[in-house]
């Protein structure tokens, strides 16, 4: 399959090329698409033919749901069966944005796209691109992150070239996502709200709004055996190709031991990466060291995280050692995500 990439401008969105996407998409087929969080996989999410191909091309598990995105907020009552009062208050503080809420969901909404739940999670994106093409293409757009299941999600047009090109119709070149973590995730289907899987809209900024909201056991405790019912919380998820170890502790002796895991690793002959930040990256004598950017400023490192996981790839490291990153506000999703991609493999010093 030829896989078709077009570069979108936000100041003048091409009509024309939006059609061409929005005809693939009610055709059955497949476009990637730029979000304010990550690069979305997007096909009919109310046709389940579509709903598979979505599995097929990122070789994702069936039982793994899809996220609805929706670009009118009337939309999500054909496909929510019910919209309690919080999840319209959220919706009115949190909507179009990286939010995504789960609803019971209503017979439009095939069991191939919410992995066999009675569940269907729904986000609403404030991104530009992602409005204009989910407009076009009927309203109900299914998409997971646009990379091969288990890998660093995309964060640029060119890592989406780099998984699935060949695999999909088309992708939508909006440059480099905002965010560049996944949207939060909220059970609205329960009292009080569960959150299941942590992102920029933060536990305190919810609470603030709709009064107590619980944090989900599963991601707690990963290995529970607890079914999940969010996207990525079943299986490993963001992981780079080199073994990736995360260090926690005070800043000092963090630094001192991955110097010395650094160069017990080089020792045995390995090629070691280093995982930084701005304020550290100069004391890393061993490896090829990466900074996320400034630790004062949680955003920017998430917005770098997939692409340093992703540029470690290119560098053929054997082993990863990363900072830890606390939970003050987005900093618990940076490492949530940190630990999936790990597999959870943790070093406290």
Not at 108 to 121: I, S
């Amino acid at each position: 399959m030829d896989t078709q990439v077009r570069k979108l401008n936000y100041d003048q969105i091409d009509a024309e090329v939006m059609k061409e996407a929005g005809d693939i998409i009610r055709a059955g087929g497949l476009v990637a698409f730029p979000t304010e969080t990550v690069y979305g996989l997007g096909g009919d999410a109310l046709n389940p033919e579509s709903s598979k191909k979505i599995y097929a091309a990122k070789g994702r598990p069936s039982d793994n749901p899809l996220i609805v995105h929706i670009e009118e907020r009337a939309d999500l009552y054909k496909i929510a069966a019910r919209v309690p009062e919080k999840a319209e208050k959220m919706m009115d503080a949190f909507w179009p944005g990286p939010l995504t809420l789960i609803f019971q969901k209503t017979d439009l909404v095939p069991n191939e796209t919410t992995g066999g739940l009675d569940t269907v999670a729904v986000r609403m994106p404030s991104d530009g691109i992602a409005a204009a093409f989910i407009r076009t293409a009927g309203g109900f757009i299914a998409a997971p992150s646009a990379n091969v299941s288990g890998r660093p999600s995309t964060t640029t047009a060119a890592h989406v070239v780099e998984d699935l090109s060949g695999r999909i119709e088309m992708i939508l070149d909006g440059g480099q996502a905002v965010i560049g973590l996944e949207s939060t995730i909220v059970d609205m289907s329960v009292e009080p709200p569960v959150i299941l899987r942590p992102g920029a809209i933060t536990k305190d900024m919810m609470e603030a709004v709709i009064g107590p909201v619980e944090i989900d056991k599963a991601i707690i405790a990963p290995n529970s055996g607890i079914k999940p019912k969010a996207p990525g919380m079943k299986y490993r998820h963001y992981a780079p190709r080199a073994d990736l170890t995360i260090v926690e502790g005070a800043s000092d002796r963090v630094v001192e031991a991955m110097n010395r895991m650094a160069e017990e690793a080089e020792a045995s002959g390995k090629k070691v990466g280093i995982i930084a930040t701005d304020e550290t990256v100069s004391r890393y004598p061993h490896g090829i060291v990466m900074s996320l950017g400034a630790r004062s400023n949680e955003e920017e490192i998430a917005m770098h995280l997939f692409e340093v996981l992703r540029k470690f790839d290119d560098t053929d490291v054997d082993c990863i050692f990363s900072e830890s990153f606390e939970d003050a506000a987005i900093g618990a999703a940076i490492m949530n995500r940190l630990l999936k991609a790990a597999g959870h493999k943790v070093v406290r010093v």
